[in-house]
């Protein structure tokens, strides 16, 4: 069984910054194109930054592009997102994903995402 649990959430002011990390467990890392993901309050679960397999490509929303990092670290099974130059939206729950993949593709939507984790708070003050 695979599992997904995030942690490094927290209460930051804006222009902040915070280091979110994922760490799987169950199942093969490797072959797994990793994801982070974020919902507010009353809005959808949005994509924020993926990593695929060999860690060579990654793909941020426009929203995050040149503030956030995605990394991984295929030896500890750990997938960190560096939070730099924090806004007030990005206050929401963010959430860890994986899909398994024979491929070196990225993937931008939760459908696309076979496991979740449970998510970890962020709030950023103005």
Not at 57 to 78: A, H
Request: glycine share 12%; net charge positive.
């Amino acid at each position: 069984q695979v599992q997904l649990v995030e942690s490094g959430g927290g209460l930051v002011q804006a222009g902040g910054s915070l280091r979110l990390s994922c760490v799987v467990s169950g199942g093969i890392f490797s072959i797994y194109t990793m994801g982070w993901f974020r919902q507010a309050p009353g809005k959808e679960r949005e994509f924020v930054a993926a990593i695929n397999r060999s860690a060579r490509r990654t793909n941020y929303s426009d929203s995050v592009k040149g503030r956030f990092t995605i990394s991984r670290d295929n030896t500890k099974n750990t997938v960190p997102l560096q939070m730099d130059s924090l806004r007030p939206e990005d206050t929401a729950v963010y959430y860890c994903a994986a899909r398994g993949t024979v491929t070196d593709q990225l993937y931008g939507r939760t459908y696309e995402y076979n496991y979740w984790g449970q998510g970890t708070q962020v709030t950023v003050s103005s």
